[in-house]
């Protein structure tokens, strides 16, 4: 069993950064990790990801060059650097541990093994 935690959500003002980090109860090595959001009013979406094996990442068009993800295993950690935060970066941020890439890439959150209680962000002057 391998229960996700995030941490380092808060308001931030437009243009400016926030980092998350995801740290777990079990390790996080051997499993690639997504990050999904969810805007009031919208459908959980995949944002990024970060494989175990190879350290491939994944990032939503939307974000782009202004999210970075990135994992430290001696930490068992998983981090997303967000710079020039938009308004509709606003959304709860889950950190959730997948078999595939590719779900997250298509916000297959039915098939997500384990999802963290999520942090929010709120990007606003």
């Known amino acids: 069993q391998v229960q996700p935690v995030e941490s380092g959500g808060g308001l931030a003002q437009p243009g400016s950064s926030l980092k998350l980090s995801c740290t777990a109860s079990?390790?996080?090595?051997?499993?690639?990790i997504g990050w999904f959001r969810e805007a009031p009013g919208k459908e959980r979406e995949g944002v990024s990801c970060i494989s175990s094996s190879d350290g491939r990442t994944y990032y939503a068009d939307s974000v782009k060059g202004r999210f970075t993800i990135s994992r430290d295993n001696a930490k068992n950690t998983v981090y997303l650097q967000m710079n020039s935060l938009k308004p509709e970066d606003t959304a709860v941020y889950y950190c959730a541990v997948v078999e595939d890439a590719t779900i997250v890439q298509t916000s297959s959150s039915a098939l997500v093994l384990y999802w963290g209680q999520g942090t929010q962000v709120t990007v606003s002057s």
């Open positions: 079990g390790s996080l090595r051997s499993y690639t």
